[in-house]
């Protein structure tokens, strides 16, 4: 039976308590928005680009207790880091919380506490709304990203 | 709401013996399912009841015994089918008191049947510049049919507002019924909030106005006794699912002399009376609106859910019911942070709410791991989000078959969210 403390873990708590970068950047010159329809769950993903690399992230929204603490715990895992690196490092947590893949956990750091995720499958477009909407913001798309 | 006078004399009667709901729960097979180690808690009715023992073995039954197509073979099965498919129309047209059987038209569900009235009455009566009225509690199935039809037509869809505890504004609602209002589409309960909604003086207002009103009743008819002649409503459409029948199947009631001067809906077999490639002369009445071949085994299905209400007695479910409401209120809204969505006077079913700092999604997730099973997010009446600015609520919905214990279950569930969320 899938534990509840395996899921709302306190590093997650603590995140969706007190979401770190949550702000739109001064710099900022790339942005999308996300939307779950099934919750309700609605994000904007702010970047400042340098080229190729993501200089500052902010987000903005509201969404449950996953949604967030991902999202929080995703703008300091991609920071300073470039387009391509950031795109790899959602592939390893997708992989991880769909419990495709455990074993790029050492990698993802601090994002593995959302290995618990694997367990309620209906919560992993709650962890995933906002690194969808980080690849949307990534490549410029102007539509709104729907996890429906 | 004039239930009493809907409720059969036998059944008030029965009014009087004590209730037995644990008598109740044996005859729902699904309800002794564990859940995450835990006994299953189901307050998720407003989505779909649960099958007591007899629906299901009269879908066994129909199939195992009397399946054959209907109202076209000459041979045996096919007239069993056909006289048990029109038996079940007559239990319907009791159920909600209708004038004729012709007028009870099944269909796959509620939505198929707004969208029936919407798109054969609504089409060639609204047109551009005309005005359809709902109000602000609509279910997404009350509101998108009729937002297409405007679209459509270049009419405008209206709303009539509510007020902060989820009741209708009658006054602001009869100030919006204008001389280009075409049709008035409303909800008889709110899915997301409880609300009954004083239909039959909406309807009043409209008639006095000669506006024709569709009622959309798939929360109502679970849980008061309905009687379409006393309201006098046009149109009223409801779910077997949602009142212990299958899924896939639904009714729309409407006043045969509308039903009669109503274009059909979907063309095909048995909505005719004869075909040439020159010329296609219409059914009569029901058959006009039921093309190709309908769900049987559904129809047996919803006529079994209607005699095991009948069986407890309506009167008898909504006592049960709105003293378990009552009960859920008190206690759940007296948790702190909790604050209740939709708060008015009548209600039935609903029990809405939000807890401070903590997200629907997650208290439900918290919730489905003790074994109980509610609704959370925006209940498909997102405009009801909207108006009470919150994304989402959670929500607990009553049936017959739930008890005083599953509502305490309820609200150590909600203490176990706050104990995760300290």
Redesign the interface.
């Known amino acids: 039976?899938?534990e509840?403390r395996d899921?709302?873990q306190e590093v997650i708590?603590e995140h969706s308590?007190a979401p770190r970068n949550y702000k739109e950047p001064a710099g900022t010159n790339h942005k999308a928005e996300g939307y779950n329809p099934?919750?309700?769950?609605?994000f904007t993903v702010y970047l400042e680009m340098d080229g190729d690399a993501i200089r500052d992230i902010g987000f903005q929204g509201?969404?449950?207790?996953?949604s967030k603490a991902s999202a929080s715990m995703m703008t300091q895992s991609v920071k300073g880091k470039t387009k391509a690196e950031a795109h790899r490092i959602f592939e390893q947590f997708h992989e991880l919380v769909t419990g495709h893949s455990h074993e790029h956990e050492a990698e993802l750091g601090k994002l593995a506490v959302f290995s618990g995720v694997s367990e309620?499958p209906?919560?992993v477009k709650?962890a995933t709304l906002a690194w969808h909407t980080l690849e949307a913001a990534l490549e410029g798309q102007q539509e709104k990203v729907s996890t429906e | 709401m004039s239930a009493a006078a809907a409720v059969p004399i036998r059944e008030r009667a029965a009014v009087q013996q004590p209730f037995d709901v644990e008598g109740i729960r044996k005859d729902f097979p699904i309800l002794h399912t564990k859940v995450?180690?835990h006994p299953l808690v189901y307050l998720d009715n407003a989505a779909t009841s649960q099958k007591p023992r007899t629906v299901i073995d009269a879908i066994v039954r129909y199939y195992e015994g009397e399946n054959a197509n209907i109202h076209r073979g000459v041979h045996y099965l096919s007239q069993i089918a056909t006289e048990e498919f029109e038996k079940a129309r007559e239990t319907v047209r009791a159920f909600v008191n209708a004038a004729q059987a012709s007028e009870i038209i099944f269909t796959r569900g509620t939505t198929e049947a707004i969208n029936l009235v919407a798109q054969t009455y609504g089409r060639a009566h609204v047109g551009a510049g005309d005005e359809v009225l709902i109000t602000a509690m609509e279910h997404h199935s009350n509101i998108v049919p009729w937002r297409m039809l405007c679209e459509e037509k270049g009419a405008k869809l209206r709303v009539a507002p509510i007020n902060d505890a989820g009741e209708l504004l009658l006054e602001e609602y009869e100030k919006l019924l204008g001389p280009r209002t075409k049709v008035v589409a409303v909800a008889h309960v709110s899915n997301a909030l409880g609300t009954i909604n004083p239909l039959k003086r909406m309807v009043a207002m409209a008639h006095k106005r000669g506006i024709p009103v569709v009622v959309d009743g798939a929360q109502a008819v679970p849980h008061l006794a309905v009687d379409v002649q006393d309201l006098d409503a046009d149109f009223y459409a409801f779910s077997g699912h949602k009142m212990y029948g299958p899924t896939g199947i639904g009714v729309l009631y409407g006043k045969h002399a509308l039903l009669d001067a109503m274009p059909p809906y979907q063309g095909g077999g048995d909505m005719i009376s004869s075909v040439t490639f020159e010329k296609t002369t219409y059914n009569k009445l029901p058959h006009k609106f039921e093309a190709g071949t309908p769900d049987m085994a559904g129809v047996a299905g919803l006529k079994a859910a209607i005699e095991y209400m009948n069986g407890i007695g309506i009167a008898k479910i909504a006592a049960h019911e709105h003293e378990l409401l009552e009960y859920a209120t008190e206690v759940v809204g007296a948790l702190p942070g909790v604050r209740l969505i939709g708060t008015a006077r009548e209600k039935a079913g609903v029990l809405s709410f939000v807890l401070d700092?903590?997200?629907?999604?997650?208290i439900g997730?918290?919730l489905d791991?003790q074994g109980i099973a509610v609704r959370?997010?925006?209940h498909c009446a997102?405009p009801v989000?909207e108006r009470f600015r919150i994304?989402?609520t959670v929500r607990a919905s009553f049936a017959v078959y739930n008890t005083r214990g599953e509502v305490d279950a309820l609200v150590r569930g909600l203490r176990k969210v706050r104990e995760?969320?300290a």
């Open positions: 039976m899938p509840l899921l709302y708590l308590k099934l919750c309700g769950d609605r509201a969404g449950c207790a996953i309620f209906m919560r709650c | 995450h180690g700092e903590v997200h629907p999604h997650d997730t918290i791991q959370t997010g925006h997102q989000m994304p989402a995760v969320f």
